[in-house]
């Protein structure tokens, strides 16, 4: 069964620090996003992306955050300067369009010290 | 602004007993999900739900839409064990396909 693959499954970065996260789509999605979970918390929405561009962001998503999918086939998330609070389960979701469900990754832990 | 509310947001029971999981939401949406999260794990599809009146059923699980009362419930027949995860319901506004989740549910089905 096809599949969403994240790397790496866990990032421990210092503050300050910069770090990518990728993911990998399931080859036929066209839409892609990121989302993050506080542990303990509900799933909130980072980012959406569609025909290489951003199509819709959260307040969370600020300027310290980016993505981009440069060679057509892994999509990432850059956060420039990492703070504390952006420790967190960091999931790529995947969707191929009208009526079907998001597939998620595996997510990446990440924790800053 | 879509709003996604789950109740209760943590339910103990027993094995073999019935019990029902609700999720609210504030505005049209016309695509309703559920997913299972198991701890320190991805979230796993169970059902999405398109239409009013809407039922699925999977197993133990079934997952029903009633779009003019905004709610979606997701009922569990005769709890094992293995159904102990968290459920999230989450929603999309029409015309796109942000998904907004609810705060979900914390199940521990006690033996």
């Known amino acids: 069964e096809p599949e969403v693959t994240q790397t790496p499954s866990h990032q421990v970065t210092q503050m300050g620090q910069e770090v990518i996260l990728r993911c990998v789509p399931i080859s036929n999605h066209l839409y892609f996003y990121w989302y993050r979970q506080i542990l303990g918390q509900k799933v909130e929405f980072l980012v959406s992306?569609?025909?290489?561009?951003?199509?819709?962001k959260s307040e969370i998503f600020d300027d310290q955050f980016s993505v981009e999918r440069p060679d057509g086939s892994n999509f990432t998330l850059k956060i420039r300067s990492t703070k504390l609070e952006d420790s967190a389960m960091y999931f790529c979701?995947?969707?191929?369009?009208?009526?079907?469900?998001?597939?998620f990754g595996q997510g990446t832990r990440l924790t800053v010290v | 602004e879509l709003k996604v509310e789950q109740n209760p947001l943590f339910l103990s029971m027993q094995e073999g007993k019935n019990y029902t999981i609700y999720c609210n939401y504030s505005t049209t949406s016309d695509r309703l999900y559920w997913y299972r999260q198991d701890p320190g794990k991805s979230l796993e599809s169970l059902f999405v739900?398109?239409?009013?009146?809407a039922v699925k059923q999977e197993g133990r699980l079934m997952a029903s839409l009633d779009t003019k009362a905004r709610l979606s419930t997701l009922h569990i027949t005769a709890a094992v064990h293995d159904l102990s995860a968290t459920y999230f319901c989450?929603?999309?506004?029409?015309?796109?396909?942000?998904?907004?989740f609810g705060t979900g549910t914390r199940l521990k089905v006690l033996a």
């Open positions: 989450a929603a999309t506004l029409q015309g796109t396909y942000k998904y907004i």
């Open positions: 739900l398109l239409s009013n009146g």
């Open positions: 979701a995947t969707l191929q369009g009208t009526g079907t469900e998001a597939f």
């Open positions: 992306f569609y025909n290489n561009e951003i199509s819709e």
